[in-house]
């Protein structure tokens, strides 16, 4: 069995908050880590990761007007 990790990078904190995942699949993992990243008001990514592999990075949608689609990794 594999075991998810998500790293919440923030804008105001140094460290990176880390939380264990409860997905089988990667990409379950990527969509629990998009709706973590939602319940931190500061985060800016989450990274995913199982083991030694980086598995991806989800964004917060921009709102910037200009913002390019791709800066934004859906989960």
């Known amino acids: 069995m594999k075991t998810y990790f998500c790293f ?3 804008d105001v904190l140094s460290i990176p908050h880390v939380e264990p995942l409860m997905a089988q699949t990667d990409a379950e993992a990527l969509a629990e880590a998009s709706a973590l990243l939602r319940t931190h008001a500061s985060g800016i990514a989450a990274h995913v990761l199982c083991g030694d592999e980086r598995i991806g990075t989800v964004r917060p949608a921009s709102t910037r ?3 390019d689609p791709d800066e934004t990794i859906p989960a």
């Open 65 to 67: 007007h200009d913002a």
């Open 8 to 10: 919440i990078e923030s």
